[in-house]
């Protein structure tokens, strides 16, 4: 069992839809990142929270320790969000980083 | 501008020869890692760095060395490159420790060993 999970694999939504991707996590974290990477490959960072919610445009991420589970919603999505979005975590005694598997996201006109 | 920058960006190679992937960051970042990304696996951490002279392995260290000389530069060297290493290679970088502040990605090495 993958020590994070991230459901679903893909989704495909209408533009102006509301998405939800879920990410799950086994291990004991200090930190938690959004990261979101487009088809030609770059990388870039969402968020890093410990804690909470945190806002930044149209994206919301969410995190509950206690639960082991972070979201991450786009509100009225849009063609050019259309990439994969990947969860990863600090683990706490060891710092490294894991990751989830990503999910393809594509949003039509 | 503020970036991370690694080279090269395609690199073709034979099982066996040496190589080297720079990778370097203008932000005065304490904390510098690799990763390699395969279908169906994701992401994978190999090495990191939380400054100068301090590196730790990851997850798959495994065929893969790194060396942090200075600040800024965190090279990925490969002694005996083996076509399981073929891969796509991000390097990263964050101030601190990189636990409170974000990661700054690279734009990737697509490595092709044959």
């Known amino acids: 069992k993958n020590e994070v999970e991230q459901s679903p694999q893909n989704l495909t939504a209408q533009e102006g839809e509301f998405i939800t991707i879920n990410c799950s996590y086994s291990?004991?974290?200090?930190?938690l990142h959004w990261l979101q990477q487009h088809p030609g490959g770059g990388i870039v960072s969402l968020f890093m929270l410990s804690s909470g919610k945190k806002k930044h445009g149209r994206l919301i991420a969410t995190i509950n320790i206690q639960e082991k589970h972070s979201s991450l919603h786009i509100t009225a999505s849009h063609p050019r969000d259309s990439a994969v979005y990947i969860c990863?975590?600090?683990?706490?005694?060891?710092?490294?980083?894991?990751f989830g598997t990503g999910t393809r996201l594509q949003v039509f006109p | 501008e503020a970036q991370v920058t690694q080279n090269p960006r395609y690199l073709i190679t034979v099982t066996g020869k040496k190589l080297t992937v720079t990778c370097s960051q203008n932000m005065n970042h304490e904390y510098m890692s690799w990763y390699r990304q395969d279908p169906g696996l994701g992401l994978r951490q190999i090495y990191y760095?939380?400054?100068?002279?301090?590196?730790d392995k990851g997850d798959v260290p495994e065929g893969y060395k790194v060396s942090r000389k200075e600040k800024r530069n965190f090279p990925l060297i490969l002694e005996s490159p083996s076509p399981n290493q073929t891969s796509l290679y991000f390097c990263a970088s964050s101030s601190g420790d990189g636990v409170w502040a974000p990661l700054h990605f690279g734009n990737g090495t697509r490595l092709t060993v044959t």
């Open positions: 760095s939380m400054n100068v002279e301090v590196t």
């Open positions: 291990v004991g974290i200090s930190a």
């Open positions: 990863a975590v600090r683990e706490y005694n060891t710092d490294k980083l894991i």
